[in-house]
């Protein structure tokens, strides 16, 4: 009966380190996602703003005057869309999460600030081979706080892909900076922390050791 028991155990060990090594090892399709290597693996499409690295985060700033694509950062693509690095979405990676906030706000001479629109940072998905796939999250509600986006490109799955993250500077008197970080290609069902799984494991040795015993 002790040996039943530990071969249960010891198939239900295995079967969890499957599960949490195999989402494991397709982690991690967006190189340098948390910038700690600057801007490495992406390229700055800006045209009036521009995109800067500081302590391993990416800060997205808007520039003098307005106008669209104003700071663009972009990783499967050059900004040209010659699409020179694309990044294929697979069943296992489908969903996008990154990390955004509004890191500053201040006052832009140069606009007249007659527009309704406030400065906005959206998501492109451009398709490398059909542009009828792209996909645009433009409603991104953004505060000062950090907060994560987890977004679903699961439309997109076989294909492959450029992430383009873009700033359009509106005309509403003020230059504003975004602040990304943490960008990766995920699941949406999360995975156990290597702590969570030891407590897991842990509990499941004692609860066994104790059947053991009394036995």
């Given at each position: 009966?002790?040996?039943?028991?530990?071969?249960?155990l010891?198939?239900?060990?295995?079967?969890?380190?499957?599960?949490?090594?195999?989402?494991?090892?397709?982690?991690?399709?967006?190189?340098?996602?948390?910038f700690?290597?600057?801007l490495?693996?992406?390229?700055?499409?800006?045209?009036?703003?521009?995109?800067?690295?500081?302590?391993?985060?990416?800060?997205?700033?808007?520039?003098t005057?307005?106008?669209?694509?104003s700071?663009?950062?972009?990783?499967?693509?050059?900004?040209?869309?010659n699409?020179?690095?694309?990044?294929?979405?697979?069943?296992?990676n489908s969903?996008?999460?990154?990390?955004?906030?509004?890191?500053?706000k201040?006052?832009?001479?140069?606009?007249?600030?007659?527009?309704?629109?406030?400065?906005?940072?959206?998501?492109?998905v451009?398709?490398?081979?059909?542009?009828?796939?792209?996909?645009?999250?433009?409603?991104?509600?953004?505060?000062s706080?950090?907060?994560?986006?987890?977004?679903?490109?699961s439309?997109?799955?076989?294909?492959?892909?450029?992430f383009?993250?873009?700033?359009?500077?509106?005309n509403?008197?003020?230059?504003?900076?975004?602040?990304?970080?943490n960008?990766?290609?995920?699941?949406?069902?999360?995975?156990?922390?290597?702590?969570?799984?030891?407590?897991?494991?842990?509990?499941?040795?004692?609860?066994?050791?104790?059947?053991?015993?009394?036995?």
């Amino acid at each position: 009966m002790k040996n039943v028991i530990l071969k249960k155990l010891v198939t239900v060990v295995a079967t969890i380190n499957f599960i949490v090594f195999s989402h494991v090892s397709y982690a991690g399709v967006i190189a340098n996602g948390d910038f700690t290597n600057g801007l490495d693996n992406w390229s700055d499409a800006s045209f009036t703003g521009q995109v800067v690295s500081n302590n391993g985060i990416a800060n997205l700033s808007t520039g003098t005057g307005t106008g669209l694509y104003s700071a663009v950062l972009v990783q499967g693509d050059d900004g040209f869309f010659n699409f020179n690095s694309p990044i294929l979405i697979d069943a296992q990676n489908s969903w996008i999460s990154f990390d955004l906030w509004q890191s500053s706000k201040d006052v832009d001479a140069s606009e007249s600030g007659i527009s309704s629109l406030n400065d906005a940072l959206s998501l492109s998905v451009y398709d490398a081979f059909d542009f009828s796939f792209d996909v645009l999250f433009s409603d991104l509600l953004v505060t000062s706080q950090q907060q994560n986006f987890l977004l679903d490109v699961s439309s997109l799955i076989g294909r492959s892909v450029a992430f383009s993250f873009e700033l359009n500077d509106e005309n509403d008197g003020f230059d504003t900076m975004f602040s990304l970080d943490n960008v990766q290609l995920t699941s949406s069902v999360s995975v156990p922390e290597p702590s969570t799984l030891l407590i897991f494991l842990l509990a499941m040795y004692a609860l066994t050791r104790k059947q053991l015993i009394k036995r």
